[in-house]
T-cell receptor, first 111, second 114 residues
Framework: EDKVVQSPLSLVVHEGDTVTLNCSYE??????LLWYKQEKKAPTFLFMLTSSGIEKKSGRLSSILDKKELFSILNITATQTGDSAVYLCAVVPLNDYKLSFGAGTTVTVRA | ETGVTQTPRHLVMGMTNKKSLKCEQH?????MYWYKQSAKKPLELMFVYSLEERVENNSVPSRFSPECPNSSHLFLHLHTLQPEDSALYLC?????????????FGPGTRLTVT
């Protein structure tokens, strides 16, 4: 059975801090890894990672995948209160549509 | 209206009630999904429809009954639910199943079973 583990489960930081979120996985026939941000509504797509070592960036967010060690990290620099959310990691196997989600990391950014 | 919409946004129902959740996607996608999100647990896939045909039900209890009358609409019929069924129910859609990995989510229905 596919397994996705996110750490930490939650963290509290102050504005301007940098946070690093971890996602490790055990998936048969890995295709890609996705990061989502979920506030008090539907998850919104952040990144899709398919290849190792290639950093994806969007503003203050960046993410990278390590297919050898089976993990991904999501970095948020210069955090703002609007970054407060649950960050979800999901993996997609080959030839399948079933996303396997981790439990999420709750990030709280205090002013 | 664009994207994926869900109604109602909030629902409180007794254990003997029958209600339905509705999802509509305006993206021209061929696949639609129901997920359950309980507090502090990973998202759980409940049902998948591809071109209006159900392809996955993940051993969901029969008190949840999905219906997909066309590729734009998806329903989840609820009856004789249990308090542990209280959760956020999310609908999603994607262009295709199998090769499409980007699922677009609706805002969810917050269900409380009393």
């Amino acid at each position: 059975e596919d397994k996705v583990v996110q750490s930490p489960l939650s963290l509290v930081v102050h504005e301007g801090d940098t946070v690093t979120l971890n996602c490790s996985y055990e998936v048969t026939n890995f295709r890609s890894l996705l990061w989502y941000k979920q506030e008090k509504k539907a998850p919104t797509f952040l990144f899709m990672l398919t290849s190792s070592g290639i950093e994806k960036k969007s503003g203050r967010l960046s993410s990278i995948l390590d297919k050898k060690e089976l993990f991904s990290i999501l970095n948020i620099t210069a955090t703002q209160t609007g970054d407060s959310a649950v960050y979800l990691c999901a993996v997609v196997p080959l030839n399948d549509y079933k996303l396997s989600f981790g439990a999420g990391t709750t990030v709280t950014v205090r002013a | 209206e664009t994207g994926v919409t869900q109604t109602p946004r909030h629902l409180v129902m007794g254990m003997t009630n029958k209600k339905s959740l509705k999802c509509e996607q305006h993206l021209g996608h061929n696949a639609m999904y129901w997920y359950k999100q309980s507090a502090k647990k990973p998202l759980e896939l409940m049902f998948v429809y591809s071109l209006e045909e159900r392809v996955e039900n993940n051993s969901v209890p029969s008190r949840f009954s999905p219906e997909c009358p066309n590729s734009s609409h998806l329903f989840l019929h609820l009856h004789t639910l249990q308090p542990e069924d209280s959760a956020l129910y999310l609908c999603a859609s994607s262009q295709e199943t199998g090769w499409s990995y980007e699922q677009y989510f609706g805002p969810g229905t917050r269900l409380t079973v009393t």
